[in-house]
Protein backbone atom coordinates (compact mmCIF):
# COMPACT_ATOMS: atom_id res chain seq x y z
CA UNK A 1 0.00 0.00 0.00
CA UNK A 2 0.96 3.68 -0.77
CA UNK A 3 2.51 5.74 2.40
CA UNK A 4 0.62 8.56 2.95
CA UNK A 5 2.13 11.78 4.51
CA UNK A 6 -0.20 14.14 6.83
CA UNK A 7 1.01 17.05 8.95
CA UNK A 8 0.66 16.07 12.65
CA UNK A 9 -1.44 18.79 14.20
CA UNK A 10 -3.91 21.62 12.29
CA UNK A 11 -6.81 23.44 14.68
CA UNK A 12 -9.81 24.72 12.94
CA UNK A 13 -12.43 27.29 14.41
CA UNK A 14 -15.91 25.82 15.56
CA UNK A 15 -18.71 26.31 13.16
CA UNK A 16 -15.21 27.25 10.36
CA UNK A 17 -14.58 24.75 7.93
CA UNK A 18 -11.94 21.86 8.74
CA UNK A 19 -9.49 21.03 5.46
CA UNK A 20 -7.26 18.13 5.99
CA UNK A 21 -4.83 17.75 3.67
CA UNK A 22 -3.09 14.44 2.47
CA UNK A 23 -0.11 13.37 0.03
CA UNK A 24 0.02 10.00 -1.43
CA UNK A 25 2.41 10.69 -4.18
CA UNK A 26 2.98 7.33 -4.83
CA UNK A 27 -0.31 6.20 -5.41
CA UNK A 28 -1.01 3.34 -7.57
CA UNK A 29 -3.76 3.29 -10.15
CA UNK A 30 -6.09 0.86 -8.11
CA UNK A 31 -5.89 2.47 -4.65
CA UNK A 32 -7.82 3.55 -2.96
CA UNK A 33 -7.74 7.13 -0.35
CA UNK A 34 -9.95 6.23 2.80
CA UNK A 35 -9.77 8.73 5.71
CA UNK A 36 -10.64 7.50 9.54
CA UNK A 37 -10.60 8.83 12.73
CA UNK A 38 -10.15 7.96 16.33
CA UNK A 39 -11.78 10.06 18.81
CA UNK A 40 -9.56 9.81 22.37
CA UNK A 41 -10.47 6.31 23.75
CA UNK A 42 -12.49 4.93 21.42
CA UNK A 43 -12.08 2.54 18.17
CA UNK A 44 -11.60 4.40 14.49
CA UNK A 45 -14.31 5.74 12.68
CA UNK A 46 -14.85 5.41 8.73
CA UNK A 47 -15.54 8.91 7.29
CA UNK A 48 -15.07 8.33 3.68
CA UNK A 49 -13.11 7.16 0.79
CA UNK A 50 -12.83 7.67 -3.05
CA UNK A 51 -10.67 6.61 -6.19
CA UNK A 52 -10.54 9.79 -8.53
CA UNK A 53 -13.44 11.58 -8.16
CA UNK A 54 -14.46 13.50 -5.43
CA UNK A 55 -16.68 11.74 -2.84
CA UNK A 56 -19.51 13.17 -0.22
CA UNK A 57 -21.43 12.00 2.52
CA UNK A 58 -23.03 13.61 5.76
CA UNK A 59 -19.49 13.67 7.36
CA UNK A 60 -17.12 15.03 4.93
CA UNK A 61 -16.51 15.64 1.09
CA UNK A 62 -13.08 14.05 -0.40
CA UNK A 63 -11.45 16.26 -2.66
CA UNK A 64 -9.00 14.25 -4.87
CA UNK A 65 -6.16 15.51 -7.07
CA UNK A 66 -6.52 15.31 -10.44
CA UNK A 67 -2.89 12.92 -10.65
CA UNK A 68 -4.21 11.69 -7.80
CA UNK A 69 -0.90 12.84 -5.64
CA UNK A 70 -3.15 14.45 -2.58
CA UNK A 71 -6.22 14.57 -1.66
CA UNK A 72 -8.23 16.76 0.78
CA UNK A 73 -10.75 15.76 3.61
CA UNK A 74 -13.04 18.65 4.42
CA UNK A 75 -15.59 18.62 7.29
CA UNK A 76 -17.87 21.52 6.76
CA UNK A 77 -18.87 22.94 9.63
CA UNK A 78 -16.24 21.73 12.15
CA UNK A 79 -18.04 20.69 15.98
CA UNK A 80 -16.55 20.60 18.71
CA UNK A 81 -16.90 16.60 19.00
CA UNK A 82 -14.81 16.86 15.32
CA UNK A 83 -11.43 16.83 17.68
CA UNK A 84 -10.16 13.94 16.88
CA UNK A 85 -6.97 12.13 15.02
CA UNK A 86 -8.21 12.08 11.29
CA UNK A 87 -6.06 8.93 9.24
CA UNK A 88 -5.70 8.72 5.98
CA UNK A 89 -5.04 5.80 4.25
CA UNK A 90 -4.51 4.63 0.78
CA UNK A 91 -5.25 0.57 0.18
CA UNK A 92 -5.78 -1.64 -2.76
CA UNK A 93 -9.36 -2.98 -3.13
CA UNK A 94 -9.05 -6.96 -2.46
CA UNK A 95 -5.89 -8.58 -2.93
CA UNK A 96 -3.13 -9.15 -0.13
CA UNK A 97 -4.42 -6.29 1.68
CA UNK A 98 -7.83 -7.85 2.74
CA UNK A 99 -8.93 -6.53 6.11
CA UNK A 100 -5.61 -4.91 6.43
CA UNK A 101 -5.51 -0.92 6.99
CA UNK A 102 -1.67 0.67 7.86
CA UNK A 103 -2.37 3.58 9.66
CA UNK A 104 0.30 6.09 10.04
CA UNK A 105 0.78 8.80 12.77
CA UNK A 106 -2.10 10.69 11.92
CA UNK A 107 -3.24 14.55 12.15
CA UNK A 108 -5.11 15.42 15.44
CA UNK A 109 -7.03 18.17 14.47
CA UNK A 110 -8.36 20.51 17.38
CA UNK A 111 -11.51 22.76 17.13
CA UNK A 112 -11.52 25.38 19.21
CA UNK A 113 -14.86 27.18 20.55
CA UNK B 1 -28.22 -2.20 13.80
CA UNK B 2 -25.96 -3.15 16.82
CA UNK B 3 -22.35 -2.33 16.58
CA UNK B 4 -19.26 -4.28 16.97
CA UNK B 5 -18.81 -5.35 20.46
CA UNK B 6 -15.88 -6.27 22.24
CA UNK B 7 -15.55 -7.99 25.86
CA UNK B 8 -14.13 -7.49 28.12
CA UNK B 9 -13.35 -4.01 28.19
CA UNK B 10 -10.68 -3.78 30.34
CA UNK B 11 -8.63 -6.39 31.41
CA UNK B 12 -5.36 -5.99 34.11
CA UNK B 13 -3.16 -9.77 33.84
CA UNK B 14 0.07 -10.52 35.08
CA UNK B 15 3.48 -11.56 32.71
CA UNK B 16 3.41 -15.36 31.92
CA UNK B 17 -0.28 -15.25 31.81
CA UNK B 18 -2.37 -15.93 28.60
CA UNK B 19 -5.51 -13.77 27.39
CA UNK B 20 -8.63 -14.64 25.59
CA UNK B 21 -10.51 -11.37 23.91
CA UNK B 22 -13.82 -11.58 21.83
CA UNK B 23 -15.24 -9.93 18.99
CA UNK B 24 -18.93 -9.91 17.60
CA UNK B 25 -18.69 -8.21 14.26
CA UNK B 26 -22.36 -6.66 12.64
CA UNK B 27 -24.53 -8.82 11.63
CA UNK B 28 -23.63 -9.89 7.84
CA UNK B 29 -20.29 -9.02 8.30
CA UNK B 30 -18.13 -11.97 7.31
CA UNK B 31 -14.39 -10.29 7.81
CA UNK B 32 -13.08 -9.58 10.78
CA UNK B 33 -9.61 -7.46 11.45
CA UNK B 34 -7.35 -7.58 14.86
CA UNK B 35 -5.19 -4.38 15.84
CA UNK B 36 -3.19 -3.49 18.48
CA UNK B 37 -2.84 0.13 19.35
CA UNK B 38 0.35 1.80 21.70
CA UNK B 39 1.66 5.01 22.35
CA UNK B 40 4.52 4.08 20.79
CA UNK B 41 3.66 2.08 17.55
CA UNK B 42 0.55 3.29 17.06
CA UNK B 43 -2.19 1.38 15.54
CA UNK B 44 -0.77 -2.16 14.53
CA UNK B 45 -2.92 -4.83 11.90
CA UNK B 46 -2.72 -7.85 13.85
CA UNK B 47 -4.66 -10.45 11.24
CA UNK B 48 -8.23 -10.94 9.31
CA UNK B 49 -10.49 -13.61 9.46
CA UNK B 50 -13.16 -14.42 6.52
CA UNK B 51 -15.08 -17.27 6.87
CA UNK B 52 -13.62 -19.13 9.54
CA UNK B 53 -10.03 -18.97 7.61
CA UNK B 54 -6.99 -16.55 8.67
CA UNK B 55 -6.50 -14.50 5.07
CA UNK B 56 -4.01 -11.99 5.95
CA UNK B 57 -1.43 -11.18 8.53
CA UNK B 58 0.84 -8.71 10.23
CA UNK B 59 4.06 -8.80 11.51
CA UNK B 60 3.73 -9.73 15.19
CA UNK B 61 5.01 -12.88 16.73
CA UNK B 62 3.23 -16.44 17.64
CA UNK B 63 1.95 -15.62 20.65
CA UNK B 64 -0.67 -13.91 18.77
CA UNK B 65 -3.30 -16.01 17.41
CA UNK B 66 -6.70 -16.07 16.69
CA UNK B 67 -9.82 -17.60 15.23
CA UNK B 68 -13.59 -16.90 14.02
CA UNK B 69 -16.21 -18.81 14.48
CA UNK B 70 -19.18 -20.06 12.01
CA UNK B 71 -21.34 -17.13 13.16
CA UNK B 72 -18.21 -14.67 12.32
CA UNK B 73 -17.93 -13.79 15.81
CA UNK B 74 -13.89 -14.00 16.49
CA UNK B 75 -10.93 -14.39 19.29
CA UNK B 76 -7.70 -13.77 19.44
CA UNK B 77 -5.59 -14.94 22.42
CA UNK B 78 -2.51 -13.90 23.56
CA UNK B 79 0.38 -16.39 25.14
CA UNK B 80 2.98 -15.91 27.65
CA UNK B 81 1.92 -12.00 28.16
CA UNK B 82 4.75 -9.60 28.59
CA UNK B 83 4.90 -6.26 29.53
CA UNK B 84 5.20 -4.76 26.24
CA UNK B 85 1.56 -6.34 25.24
CA UNK B 86 0.13 -3.81 27.14
CA UNK B 87 -1.65 -1.98 24.54
CA UNK B 88 -5.60 -1.34 23.48
CA UNK B 89 -6.85 -4.16 21.50
CA UNK B 90 -9.56 -2.89 18.68
CA UNK B 91 -11.52 -5.35 15.88
CA UNK B 92 -12.82 -4.35 13.29
CA UNK B 93 -15.85 -6.02 11.05
CA UNK B 94 -16.63 -5.59 7.16
CA UNK B 95 -18.48 -7.08 4.59
CA UNK B 96 -16.15 -8.88 2.55
CA UNK B 97 -12.55 -7.63 4.05
CA UNK B 98 -11.54 -5.06 1.59
CA UNK B 99 -14.46 -2.63 2.14
CA UNK B 100 -14.73 -0.06 5.20
CA UNK B 101 -14.06 -1.38 8.12
CA UNK B 102 -16.38 -0.75 11.90
CA UNK B 103 -14.30 -0.68 14.89
CA UNK B 104 -15.38 -1.89 18.39
CA UNK B 105 -14.31 0.12 21.52
CA UNK B 106 -11.49 -2.23 22.22
CA UNK B 107 -9.91 -3.81 25.13
CA UNK B 108 -7.60 -2.57 27.07
CA UNK B 109 -5.26 -4.81 28.46
CA UNK B 110 -2.44 -4.16 31.17
CA UNK B 111 0.23 -6.73 32.15
CA UNK B 112 1.51 -6.50 34.95
Known amino acids: DAKTTQPPSMDCAEGRAANLPCNHS???????VYWYRQIHSQGPQYIIH???NNETNEMASLIITEDRKSSTLILPHATLRDTAVYYCIVRVAGGTSYGKLTFGQGTILTVHP | KAGVTQTPRYLIKTRGQQVTLSCSPISGHRSVSWYQQTPGQGLQFLFE???????NKGNFPGRFSGRQFSNSRSEMNVSTLELGDSALYLC???????????FGPGTRLTVL
Open chain 2, 92 to 102: ASSREGHDEQF
Open chain 1, 50 to 52: GLK
Open chain 1, 26 to 32: TISGNEY
Open chain 2, 49 to 55: YFSETQR
